[in-house]
């Protein structure tokens, strides 16, 4: 390259790169050589520029024989284009021009790169450690718990302010190709400014942005997910967050747990029935309870019926008042025990759930049967081991409660199957949702 | 237009949804549930019946579960009574938890009543699996009995007729959906409870048997119970049997009937029934010793072969049907005329009735 080429890039990066605080850019000098370099100093790790740039460079005293450590050294890439450049040293890397070439030294600071205690997805045995925020940290514990060299890793970056960094991994033996490009060219069609974290592509899946059920899986744990990849599944990293993107998820894979595979046989059957029928608790039971005390009382037994009754008998509102102001209550608990700070989110459920609930009987706003029926909702809503799920859930169920007000039973019903119609119309990258079978590894 | 959004209008279009409930909307506590019916002849009036609705009071607490009210209004016809007894209670009168249905004797032993039989099967809310009773002395003393420990009103009758309470030999117990089946059908005649109201409690222990129209003939307990035997539906029971000077009393875990209608060609028809019959010895006047038991089969045998064979020739003298024998023959037999052939038939043909004892112990270890 020749002098002046070096001379105007250097020129237009300097320009381009506004001047800061933390922005360095400065030359060393010994007798033979000298060499300049630019970074920004809180991004970059100064020990990696100190060790591996520096000490060589004052060491080894022959101009030429510094060029080639240069060359050689693992950590450097060539010059490609000035916006490249650009790129990469607001990510950290220093830009190094030593005679007439131009280096890029990756001295990216790998800040935050401690492993987390899983929270979210709390098991009781097995691996008890999630993912760190850290790529690198990340992408080494999945590959210590997957050592197939098989693994493929693609990066690329999403976003076009943020320009974060995210892994595409898969077992290229085990995933299905197809849903591998599908997956590249849905990253590829990403418009969004800021990306911060892979719940982001909850939404930005659907074209309105707007979407109700989750058709990925976000998890925290590195078991799943190389459990995940060995079912030839397509796992997502960004760069900055502690949770993985597992692609394509179908509902079986919300309403499984970790625990599943760590628990025998039929205690694992048993937990999955339990938490579908929490799932069916919790989408129908408040529009079952209108629609069955307000339309069709025939369908309690007559000691229950005339039990609620009695219970009712100082409810001045509607049952589906009544309802609605209690899930009020419970959703605003919910919200609440999630803002409050750890120490103090026992007392607020149990002023809450205790004394509120208690209170409203009494005060003869609902009756006995309603707090139990929010407290079962609550409680089931909470089984589904995937919290995005549990979450969709309880919006869902608001849908069944306006069916069950204004149709009855016959609502109840029909929006039970609206939303199963909905769920099977649904598709995570070809996967249908509400599929049984996991895809299937392909026999290449 | 412009003063909403695209979504203002959207939940204002709810909101407003939620204002309109429709008439089928109605909360439970705004609701008077109707637990049982009573029908009676109308006394010192013009109109013909007297019909009583038992409505159960809910309370909020737990300390008189029992409450009830009964309203009663002399008409016509059901349905003009129930909407004049309407007019008596503040909430919607709900039929949909009327499990017993009591029609007075009066009532059945008269003709003309098919209206008010079928009223309830025309009802929507009425539910199928009402119970149907006859009432001793009226239908309204059976409604106004209050049995002591009842956790709901008329739950003492529900747990009765139902058998989830007291399972005895000497109740034969019928759905209205059945009833109105029987009423129908050639072949099988209605078959109803009797309830005798006493002051704090009933006696369910006789049967009424229908023709099509009305009430016939009434059994005594032990021929009720016999005919439970043949219907096959209770086998805990009793039997007592007397042989020489010893009177044993057999409790029975099994009761097995089996029937058939022979029409041999030429002869005349006859209908085997078999019965089988096993259990242990409950009572002995005197000592049983375990190697005498089949004599005391054997004498039982012979006793029940009579006790079932008098009830049958009650019933056939009588010319009703509550086991179905015309059914029976009506569904082995595909002539055009064939119900024609049973009504000749049935009149004189014989029962050959054997019954099978068999007694596993005394009871006691010797």
Known sequence: MAINQVQSIKDSL??????????????????????????????????????????????????????????????????????????????????????????????????????????????????????????????????????????????????????????????????????????????????????????????????????????????????????????????????????????????????????????????????????????????????????????????????????????????????????????????????????????????????????????????????????????????????????????????????????????????????????????????????????????????? | MKLFGKWGWMVIILLSIFLLNGCGFKDIDKRFFVVSIGVDIAKNSPKKYLVSLKFAVPSPSKDNPNEFAIVSESADSMSEAVRIIKTKVDKEVDFSHAKVIVLSEDVVKEKGNAGIYYWFSRRRDIQGIAWTAIAKPSALAVLKVNPKGESMPSNALLLSLGKEGSETPYVISEFIFDMKYKLIERGIDPILPIIEAKKDHFEINTVGLFNKSRMMLTLNPEETKILNFLRGREEKSASKVTKGNTTIVIDTHKVKTKYKIHTPRGKAPFIKVNVSVEGTLEEATRRVPNENLSTYEKATEKSLNREVEKVLVKIQKANLDPIGFGLRYRSRHFNNDDWEQWKRIYPAITFKVKTKVQIADTGLIE
């Open chain 1, 14 to 444: 300097k320009n381009k790169i506004r001047p800061a605080e933390d922005v360095v850019f400065k030359e060393f000098h010994t007798k033979e050589k000298y060499i300049e370099a630019l970074y920004i100093k809180t991004i970059s790790d100064e020990t990696i520029i100190q060790d591996k740039l520096l000490k060589p460079f004052f060491e080894i005293s022959s101009p030429d024989l510094f060029l080639d450590y240069l060359q050689s050294s693992p950590l450097v890439i060539s010059f490609e284009s000035e916006q490249k450049s650009l790129d990469e040293v607001i990510k950290g890397t220093a830009i190094l021009f030593y005679q007439n070439s131009i280096f890029l030294f990756d001295s990216k600071v790998d800040r935050n790169n401690s492993v987390l205690d899983t929270t979210v997805e709390t098991t009781i045995q097995g691996p008890q450690s999630g993912f760190s925020e850290s790529l690198p940290t990340n992408l080494g514990l999945i590959r210590k718990r997957y050592p197939q060299t098989s693994l493929n890793v693609e990066s690329t970056t999403v976003g076009t302010v943020s320009k974060t960094d995210v892994m595409i991994i898969h077992d290229a033996m085990r995933a299905d190709p197809d849903t591998v490009t599908r997956i590249k060219q849905f990253l590829a069609s990403i418009d969004v400014h800021m990306f911060q974290t892979g719940e982001q592509l909850l939404d930005i899946i659907k074209k309105s942005n707007r979407a109700l059920v989750p058709v990925m899986l976000v998890t925290e744990r590195p078991d799943r997910v190389a459990v995940n990849l060995a079912a030839g599944k397509i796992i997502i990293l960004v760069s900055g967050s502690p949770f993985a993107v597992v692609l394509p998820t179908v509902m079986k894979d919300f309403m499984s747990s970790m625990e599943d595979i760590y628990q025998t046989y039929w205690v694992t059957k048993f937990l999955q029935i339990l938490r579908y029928i929490g799932f069916l608790t919790s989408l129908v039971l408040p529009g079952l309870y209108v629609a069955v005390t307000s339309y069709n009382p025939e369908l309690f037994r007559v000691q229950l019926a005339l039990s609620i009754a009695g219970s009712r008998m100082s409810v001045p509102y509607p049952s589906f008042i009544e309802v609605l102001l209690m899930l009020f209550m419970m959703e605003m608990l919910t919200e609440a025990s999630i803002r409050l700070p750890k120490a103090i989110g026992p007392t607020a459920t149990t002023v809450g759930g205790l004394i509120l609930g208690q209170a409203a009987t009494e005060a003869g706003l609902v009756s006995n049967i309603m707090i139990i029926i929010t407290s079962s909702v609550a409680i089931s809503n909470f089984v589904i081991p995937i919290n995005a799920f549990s979450f969709t859930l309880r919006i869902m169920k608001y849908f069944v409660l306006a069916l069950g007000t204004l149709f009855g039973l016959v609502g109840v019903v029909v929006g039970f199957f609206m939303l199963i119609a909905y769920m099977v119309k649904l598709d995570s990258f070809g996967e249908p949702f509400l599929t049984l079978i996991q895809s299937k590894p392909s026999k290449e």
